[in-house]
């Protein structure tokens, strides 16, 4: 499509190598983890090296003979970038640079670069930056001749100049690590006012519960029975102390607000302000208040300027606030989401993020995006064949590689990106 900034051009390389630690040595799986770290940094595989050597070489790290075979494949293939599986010393990363001629960075600025792109809370993108200066001081000569300026050119920032930008282009060593002490401040005065705010939290004890599973597993037809929308066959379901019956159940929705997995399904009025309107309305509520409600439903979801759209003009962005909107005007007590980040762009996908952090209601979400699970829940129930496998805090859960295993999942690439990210500042990489 015009506009679009295509993938950069990147050579992936390890050091297969007894000599070094277990965590800095290549192989198949860890070249394979790389390349799909490079792909979520917005890059493309052109080709992949592996050198077995007994000990690093101390100036190119795989040695100056592998190093000119690679600057050939480099020219032959106009790669921009070299990302070396194993870390480097930044001399080695200089030499390397000298001889490729072309940018060369290694999985540890490559997985900074994601955690830049990733970082939506302010704390996340001051830890982001600081860990990025961090990384970059030692690397400061001779380097710059090889990234491009955030400026130039226009458009999405080549992997690795995300974040500082051009600020630390710009600045000397002094400069820098002043940034690093104001950065540290401020990470600091930002976890203080979380831990207030998480106290805060948890004596309101408004929890955030994630509902996971491969798809049947059942997910679905549990939030359902919570709505009163199906009757279980046996047992009962309670809603706090009321069981779901067709007796109670005009209650229960009015306590429980359910938000579809399509959209569509819940907007079929000619115009967003009739959909979000047509709960109060049925509710028998008075004419002022249905418009009062609207109003406010429409301001919490940032859609104000769509009340007068009609819904099918919406995009899916749009339609899933809307759709947020039409629950919120009934003023529930929980939040019952199924698949809401489903078919959403990024964008739109951090939105609704926001949106929900938001939001001081109980909310139970049924998704298959785990990545969502680990910015917005502190609860996570796990599904298999309609029963519930697992109940516990989500690190808890995504630690349990068995568990996952067994319910058909994956850890999350976030979650990975955070252990993996610990374990380096814990080795002191940086």
């Known amino acids: 499509m015009p506009g679009e900034r295509r993938p950069e051009r990147a050579?992936?390389?390890?050091?297969?190598?007894?000599?070094?630690?277990?965590?800095?040595?290549?192989?198949?799986?860890?070249?394979?983890?790389?390349?799909?770290?490079?792909?979520?940094?917005?890059?493309?595989?052109?080709?992949?090296?592996?050198?077995?050597r007994p000990t690093p070489d101390p100036r190119t790290f795989i040695g100056e003979g592998k190093a000119q075979e690679i600057a050939q494949l480099v020219k032959a293939n106009d790669v921009e970038l070299l990302v070396m599986d194993n870390e480097l010393s930044p001399s080695q990363a200089r030499a390397l640079?000298?001889?490729?001629?072309?940018?060369?960075?290694?999985?540890?600025?490559?997985?900074?670069?994601?955690?830049?792109?990733?970082?939506?809370?302010?704390?996340?993108?001051?830890?982001?930056?600081?860990?990025?200066?961090?990384?970059?001081?030692?690397?400061?000569?001779?380097?710059?001749t090889h990234l491009v300026r955030q400026t130039a050119g226009g458009g999405r920032s080549p992997i690795g100049t995300r974040g500082p930008g051009e600020t630390q282009l710009e600045t000397d060593r002094r400069h820098i690590r002043q940034r690093i002490a104001r950065l540290q401040r401020e990470i600091e005065n930002v976890?203080?006012?979380?831990?207030?705010?998480?106290?805060?939290?948890?004596?309101?004890?408004?929890?955030?519960?994630?509902?996971?599973?491969?798809?049947?597993?059942?997910?679905?037809?549990?939030?359902?029975?919570?709505n009163g929308l199906l009757e279980p066959s046996s047992g009962q379901v309670r809603v706090?102390?009321?069981?779901v019956t067709p007796k109670t159940v005009a209650r229960?929705?009015?306590?429980?607000?359910?938000?579809?997995?399509?959209?569509d399904d819940q907007l079929f009025m000619p115009t967003v302000r009739e959909d979000v309107a047509f709960g109060p309305l049925n509710m028998g509520l008075p004419p002022e208040e249905v418009s009062r409600r609207v109003r406010q439903a429409l301001r919490d979801v940032h859609a104000e300027t769509l009340a007068d759209k009609m819904t099918h003009h919406l995009s899916g962005g749009e339609k899933r606030a809307?759709?947020?909107?039409?629950?919120?005007?009934?003023?529930?007590?929980?939040?019952?989401?199924?698949?809401?980040?489903?078919?959403?762009?990024?964008?739109?996908?951090?939105?609704?993020?926001?949106?929900?952090?938001?939001?001081?209601?109980?909310k139970i979400i049924a998704t298959h995006d785990l990545d969502m699970v680990m910015d917005l829940c502190t609860r996570c129930i796990v599904m298999k064949d309609g029963s519930i496998l697992a109940d516990a805090p989500v690190p808890d859960i995504f630690a349990d590689c068995a568990l996952l295993e067994e319910a058909r999942l994956e850890q999350p690439l976030s979650y990975r990106l955070m252990q993996y990210g610990r374990e380096r500042e814990n080795s002191g990489q940086f």
């Open 11 to 52: 050579a992936l390389v390890g050091l297969r190598c007894t000599a070094l630690a277990d965590f800095d040595h290549s192989d198949e799986d860890t070249m394979e983890e790389l390349s799909q770290l490079l792909e979520t940094a917005g890059g493309e595989c052109i080709f992949k090296a592996m050198q077995n």
């Open 97 to 144: 640079e000298d001889i490729m001629g072309c940018r060369v960075m290694d999985r540890s600025g490559l997985i900074l670069d994601i955690f830049a792109q990733r970082a939506q809370t302010r704390e996340g993108k001051l830890q982001v930056e600081l860990a990025q200066y961090q990384y970059l001081l030692p690397r400061l000569s001779g380097m710059w």
């Open 191 to 226: 976890r203080q006012i979380r831990s207030t705010q998480r106290r805060q939290r948890e004596k309101r004890e408004v929890p955030l519960v994630a509902l996971v599973g491969y798809t049947n597993a059942g997910k679905s037809t549990l939030l359902l029975h919570l």
């Open 240 to 243: 706090g102390d009321i069981p």
């Open 252 to 263: 229960v929705r009015e306590s429980v607000g359910m938000v579809f997995q399509q959209a």
């Open 322 to 362: 809307v759709s947020i909107a039409t629950v919120l005007s009934m003023t529930p007590d929980i939040l019952v989401l199924d698949e809401p980040s489903a078919n959403l762009d990024p964008a739109s996908r951090r939105t609704l993020i926001s949106l929900l952090l938001q939001f001081s209601h109980t």
